[in-house]
């Protein structure tokens, strides 16, 4: 638009620039609507786990708008993608990160609609992913290639870090790259599914572990008479592990404040469904069973796989010790076999820049009161706070939906996200002009 172009000859303040930007992403809002439908379209599920298809096509998007892809192969499959634009800036170097790849759409008999639709109807886009992470995704890279067509003079660099590897615990995605120092910045927001008024600022531990139950097999005939059904002794393991939930923690001082809060907020969000003990307590579930060979013999063998979320004064370490205990008491000797999601509760203090400042653009997009609360899931929040990176995650949601059928995200959510997204990074980096 020409008046976009002699306020770019002209050199806009940092105010302008805020205000340009915001108008831009209204005018174009039913861009930023088809690339998120297009992203949805990509059944990127993990497992398997191929990103090849729906990065290449974010690499062509980005192209368009004249930005560069380096690509960093954790995988045969799996591409980790960093496009930076900006002015390299020892102290200012903002991440936009998201993650490609989605849970599998599961019984498509059970979906309303096509899960890999991309489907805009009745105020939602619909499909797989929509919520968990497709819609904070798509706003990610719709702002950077705003800011690069625009030829926003942004005064320190922002870097789109995309990543193929979530949803199975993230080895070869965030963790694969900042371990490597390929990239690192000085804050970084990820595009996780959050409430449009409140972005998570922490993140409870994780225990995930796994154990094979031995039995002794029969004739299904004499049972219980002959044999021994390690199914059986696996649902009494079960049972004992549900004990785990008695664990107290001994929560420091420094996040007891966040941990209120965030119940507060529990109790508002899930009006009749009291789930805010969550946050001090740890949750247990039983996510795979998988035991015996055929209906008419007895079990010899069954493998129960285990998801443990950790609260603030807990060690993850100390849990899988207290769940060999409760299976010992059991009677039931086993080898606790960790896999997936491994560490402690992690946050980023609503004392940082990043934080303040995307609160704040939330209030100023959306004319509402908004703050930081604790999440009781887990995400790749936490490899960044191991590299001493300021973190939080805010995006566009219908959280119900998130790994179920019929998921879909809000319209006005995506866009609402993507002008938050926008005016953080403008106050973070700021911009060259002479009169910001």
């Given at each position: 638009?020409?008046?976009?172009?002699?306020?770019?000859?002209?050199?806009?303040?940092?105010?302008?620039?805020?205000?340009?930007?915001?108008?831009?992403?209204?005018?174009?809002?039913?861009?930023?609507?088809?690339?998120?439908?297009?992203?949805?379209?990509?059944?990127?599920?993990?497992?398997?786990?191929?990103?090849?298809?729906?990065?290449?096509?974010?690499?062509?998007?980005?192209?368009?708008?004249?930005?560069?892809?380096?690509?960093?192969?954790?995988?045969?499959?799996?591409?980790?993608?960093?496009?930076?634009?900006?002015?390299?800036?020892?102290?200012?170097?903002?991440?936009?990160?998201?993650?490609?790849?989605?849970?599998?759409?599961?019984?498509?008999?059970?979906?309303?609609?096509?899960?890999?639709?991309?489907?805009?109807?009745?105020?939602?886009?619909?499909?797989?992913?929509?919520?968990?992470?497709?819609?904070?995704?798509?706003?990610?890279?719709?702002?950077?290639?705003?800011?690069?067509?625009?030829?926003?003079?942004?005064?320190?660099?922002?870097?789109?870090?995309?990543?193929?590897?979530?949803?199975?615990?993230?080895?070869?995605?965030?963790?694969?790259?900042?371990?490597?120092?390929?990239?690192?910045?000085?804050?970084?927001?990820?595009?996780?599914?959050?409430?449009?008024?409140?972005?998570?600022?922490?993140?409870?531990?994780?225990?995930?572990?796994?154990?094979?139950?031995?039995?002794?097999?029969?004739h299904g005939s004499l049972a219980p008479l002959n044999g021994e059904s390690a199914i059986l002794k696996a649902a009494r393991a079960i049972q004992a592990l549900?004990?785990?939930?008695?664990?107290?923690?001994?929560?420091?001082?420094?996040?007891?404040?966040?941990?209120?809060?965030?119940?507060?907020?529990?109790?508002?969000?899930?009006?009749?469904?009291?789930?805010?003990?969550?946050?001090?307590?740890?949750?247990?579930?039983?996510?795979?069973?998988?035991?015996?060979?055929?209906?008419?013999?007895?079990?010899?063998?069954?493998?129960?796989?285990?998801?443990?979320?950790?609260p603030f004064g807990l060690d993850y370490r100390d849990v899988l010790a207290e769940a060999k205990r409760l299976l010992l008491e059991e009677g039931i000797d086993?080898?606790?076999?960790?896999?997936?999601?491994?560490?402690?509760?992690?946050?980023?203090?609503?004392?940082?820049?990043?934080?303040?400042?995307?609160?704040?653009?939330?209030?100023?997009?959306?004319?509402?009161?908004?703050?930081?609360?604790?999440?009781?899931a887990s995400s790749d929040a936490r490899h960044f706070r191991k590299h001493g990176i300021p973190v939080l995650q805010y995006g566009p949601s219908e959280l119900?939906?998130?790994?179920?059928?019929?998921?879909?995200?809000?319209?006005?959510?995506?866009?609402?996200?993507?002008?938050?997204?926008?005016?953080?990074?403008?106050?973070?980096?700021?911009?060259?002009?002479?009169?910001?």
């Amino acid at each position: 638009p020409s008046h976009l172009l002699i306020a770019v000859k002209r050199g806009a303040p940092m105010t302008d620039w805020n205000r340009l930007v915001i108008e831009e992403i209204d005018k174009r809002q039913d861009e930023l609507i088809e690339l998120c439908s297009r992203l949805i379209q990509f059944p990127s599920e993990n497992p398997p786990g191929d990103s090849r298809p729906i990065s290449k096509f974010i690499i062509d998007y980005l192209k368009q708008e004249g930005i560069d892809t380096a690509i960093h192969e954790s995988g045969e499959t799996m591409w980790n993608l960093i496009s930076t634009i900006g002015s390299p800036s020892p102290d200012r170097h903002l991440l936009y990160c998201g993650h490609t790849d989605v849970v599998p759409a599961g019984d498509l008999s059970r979906w309303d609609v096509p899960p890999y639709s991309g489907l805009v109807k009745d105020g939602f886009i619909h499909g797989r992913g929509a919520t968990d992470m497709k819609g904070g995704l798509a706003g990610l890279i719709f702002v950077t290639g705003l800011f690069a067509r625009l030829g926003v003079p942004l005064a320190g660099n922002l870097s789109l870090f995309i990543v193929p590897d979530e949803e199975t615990g993230g080895d070869l995605g965030v963790p694969w790259v900042l371990d490597r120092g390929l990239i690192a910045g000085t804050a970084a927001v990820i595009a996780e599914p959050s409430h449009p008024q409140n972005p998570t600022i922490g993140q409870k531990g994780s225990c995930w572990f796994e154990f094979t139950v031995e039995g002794t097999p029969g004739h299904g005939s004499l049972a219980p008479l002959n044999g021994e059904s390690a199914i059986l002794k696996a649902a009494r393991a079960i049972q004992a592990l549900q004990k785990l939930w008695e664990l107290k923690p001994d929560i420091p001082a420094e996040v007891q404040d966040i941990i209120n809060i965030s119940k507060e907020f529990a109790l508002v969000r899930n009006p009749g469904k009291d789930v805010s003990a969550v946050h001090d307590h740890v949750t247990i579930n039983i996510g795979t069973i998988s035991g015996g060979t055929k209906v008419n013999v007895v079990a010899d063998r069954c493998t129960v796989q285990v998801d443990t979320r950790v609260p603030f004064g807990l060690d993850y370490r100390d849990v899988l010790a207290e769940a060999k205990r409760l299976l010992l008491e059991e009677g039931i000797d086993v080898e606790l076999k960790p896999f997936g999601f491994q560490g402690n509760a992690n946050w980023t203090s609503d004392s940082e820049d990043i934080v303040r400042l995307l609160v704040e653009s939330i209030t100023d997009v959306s004319q509402k009161e908004a703050y930081g609360v604790l999440q009781w899931a887990s995400s790749d929040a936490r490899h960044f706070r191991k590299h001493g990176i300021p973190v939080l995650q805010y995006g566009p949601s219908e959280l119900a939906g998130i790994h179920s059928f019929n998921e879909r995200v809000p319209v006005d959510q995506v866009i609402q996200a993507a002008k938050v997204y926008a005016l953080t990074a403008l106050k973070y980096l700021g911009t060259t002009n002479a009169n910001k």
